[in-house]
Each structure stands twice: as C-alpha cells, then as structure tokens.
C-alpha cells in the first residue's frame, strides 16, 4: 500500500495518509446499488425520499468505489439497494469487488433472479447470498411485500443457493404483522440449508416509522420471541446459527448506532452519497460528500458527516459521563433526532434518557390499538401520507 497522500479535491485538502485511513478503515461497505425494487414492504429502511434511477452512479462509478475500497482496507461489500439485481450490470460491479479482494454478499429479495443468473454471479466472485423473506405463509408474504407470487419465487431462489454450493443467510424482519410465524420461519431456514438466520425486529426510522402503528409488536409478544430464539439457538447449535435484533422500544439500553458512528461501517447510496448510516439523510445539518466529486478514504477520515458524531466528544449529559459511553455510543443518532429535535440527545430507547418513559408509554399505546394500513414504500406514497 503507498503512504501517497491524497491530493486535494473539489471539497478540500485531505490532511492524512491513505495509510493513516487504512489503519482506521471500516470493516464494511454498504453499497445501496438502486432505490429500484419490485416490492413495497412498509419496514424498509431506505430514506422516504427515493433516488431515482436518472441520479444513479454509473457502472464505471460503482466499479472505482469497489477499487477504492479495497485500498482502504475494506473487507466485504454488501451489494443491497432497493433491490441490487435491478441493476444489469450487477456482474461487472460484482467482478470488479472481487478483484479488489473483497468478500461480496448479494443482499435480495430474489424475486428478479434466474439461476442462470446466480450461477454467472457466482463464478464472478459472490460470495454470499442473503435472502430476505416477509412470512413463511406465502399469502401474508405476498401482501406485506404487496407482490404477488414473492414467497414461491424466494423458495426457489434459495434451493437455486444450496444447489450452487453457495452460503446463504436468511432475513426475516419480524413484527407485529408476522410475529406468530417465528417457529415456522427457524424451522424454514434449517429446511432450505441456510447457515445463518438474522431475526430482526423491525428499528423504527424511515419507512417503519411512517408504519409504526402498523408493526409494533406488544412487550408480551417480544418476550415470546426471545425465548422462541434462545430456545432455537441451543437446540439448533452446530445447524443454524441465528442472530436475534430486538427492537429499540423494548430494550433497556440503545444498540450502538452501526457499530459506532464512523467507526465500522460505510454506506454508499445509489447517486454515489457516502453516509455513515443508511438513515443518516434525515438529520438536515450533516453535509454529505459524493465519491464522484472526493476520494472514498478522504470522506471516512474527514468528512464533516464522519466526523460529526465520531468518538464521544459530542456527547451531553446522560452519555458524556456514562461508562456505557463507549459501548452503544449513545445510540441511534436519527432515532434521537426523529424523536427529540436533536442528534446529539441520548436515543430514547435508552432508560436514562429524559424521553424513554414517554418512548415506551408509545409503544404500548400503538401496539394496542386496532392495526392501521400500510403505507407502502414507493415513490410518492410517504409525500401523500402525510
């Protein structure tokens, strides 16, 4: 690796050493190819206001951020969207990570996928497949997804997986809508041979904010799902490892916000934005530079997003003197600006948080009440909610 420094660019000098980067490199890079996706699940977790398909980076664009981020250092690319096979050139961004030395993981819906396909990703150098899934009964899938025929097709998106000797995890993000279905989605992920099963509690930001009535589990049927996982995890040792994310309106202290605010992860949008979480649009006062316009190494070192909530410097009191402080950081920076006004508050999912008890007396509330409509990701529809 050259210590050749980065040359100034449009926004600025940069003031370290592509060395000095790599030394404090991310472990991840979120690439969200395109806002484009068949489907319109109510949860999702890309920003309200979607990229259109005229604002996307190039193929040539995406192929230099694969490059850039294996000299920084970067270890796997998590190639997501919207849905990423909407783009038809998938492969050459898939090839190009490779070269670079990057463990790739196709984050999909599957429901554009042919195995003709697959197998061509697979010799270019996918590494991993994850497939989400909405409900193991295909009606209920169909209908949060608002895609007809979704659950059939995914079913056979991941025996085309297994069949191709890849690794494959499934994602099921759980809530109030499909939260009885938990047994059934473990005893699905064993049955089509996934390694990994991720249960996430739907996090409420984005869209699932705008669908938070719609989705939020009771306290009650949180708890039931933990011990549903606890219990799957220790009979299904050595078969399915399985990850569990509660969700932050029952938790007694808050997730640190991706592994800590620049510190671990990157995020790329589809116009080429670099942000520090995939939600970190929602707070107005964060600049966010562009890897057409500055290096994708300057921008994690210093780039004003980056910095802004790097560390615990920003911190006021509860976190600033908390011995949590450097273990969630604080939380979820857009959930506290969502929330309370202001980032830099403690995220009220925690219990030392001035806004927590008002936080949990919402939940209750909301998970009580007769279930709402959804209000379905895609263009325009958050704009005419409102």
């Not at 993000?173 to 996430?200: C, F, M, T, W």
Request: net charge negative; aromatic share 6%; with cysteine.
């Amino acid at each position: 690796m050259s210590d050749t420094t980065v040359q100034e660019t449009k926004t600025g000098e940069f003031n370290a050493s592509i060395d000095e980067a790599c030394a404090r490199a991310p472990v991840g890079l979120l690439a969200e190819l395109t806002h484009r996706c068949p489907l319109q699940c109510p949860y999702c977790s890309n920003p309200v206001d979607l990229e259109r398909v005229n604002t996307e980076l190039s193929t040539e664009d995406w192929k230099s951020v694969m490059r850039q981020a294996g000299e920084l250092g970067i270890l796997q690319i998590h190639l997501s969207g919207g849905e990423p096979t909407a783009r038809r050139d998938l492969e050459e961004i898939v090839e190009e990570a490779a070269k670079a030395g990057l463990y790739t993981n196709l984050i999909t819906a599957g429901v554009l996928l042919k195995r003709e396909r697959l197998e061509k990703l697979r010799d270019l150098g996918l590494d991993h497949v994850q497939l989400s899934i909405q409900d193991v009964k295909p009606e209920n899938a169909d209908r949060i997804a608002a895609y007809k025929g979704g659950a059939a097709k995914k079913h056979e998106v991941a025996k085309w997986v297994k069949e191709l000797d890849m690794p494959l995890t499934i994602n099921a993000p759980l809530h109030r809508q499909n939260i009885d279905s938990l047994p059934d989605i473990i005893d699905y992920a064993v049955k089509v041979g996934a390694g990994r099963l991720e249960v996430a509690h739907i996090q409420y930001y984005a869209w699932a904010l705008k669908n938070r009535a719609s989705l939020m589990p009771t306290r009650e049927a949180f708890m039931k799902t933990a011990e549903i996982v606890n219990a799957a995890k220790e009979r299904l040792k050595g078969i399915l490892v399985i990850d569990f994310v509660v969700p932050d309106y029952y938790a007694k202290y808050p997730k640190p916000c991706m592994g800590g605010w620049g510190r671990g992860i990157i995020n790329v949008t589809p116009s080429g934005k670099v942000l520090p979480c995939h939600a970190a649009e929602s707070l107005p006062h964060l600049q966010f530079d562009n890897v057409r316009d500055r290096p994708l190494a300057d921008i994690w070192l210093n780039g004003q997003a980056f910095q802004m909530y790097r560390g615990t410097d920003w911190m006021k009191e509860p976190c600033k003197s908390c011995p949590r402080k450097e273990i969630d950081f604080g939380g979820c920076r857009c959930q506290a600006m969502a929330l309370t006004g202001d980032a830099a508050n403690t995220d009220p999912a925690c219990s030392l948080s001035p806004m927590h008890e008002e936080w949990a007396k919402v939940a209750h509330a909301e998970s009580h009440t007769e279930t709402p409509e959804f209000i379905y990701r895609r263009m325009g529809s958050a704009a005419s909610a409102e």
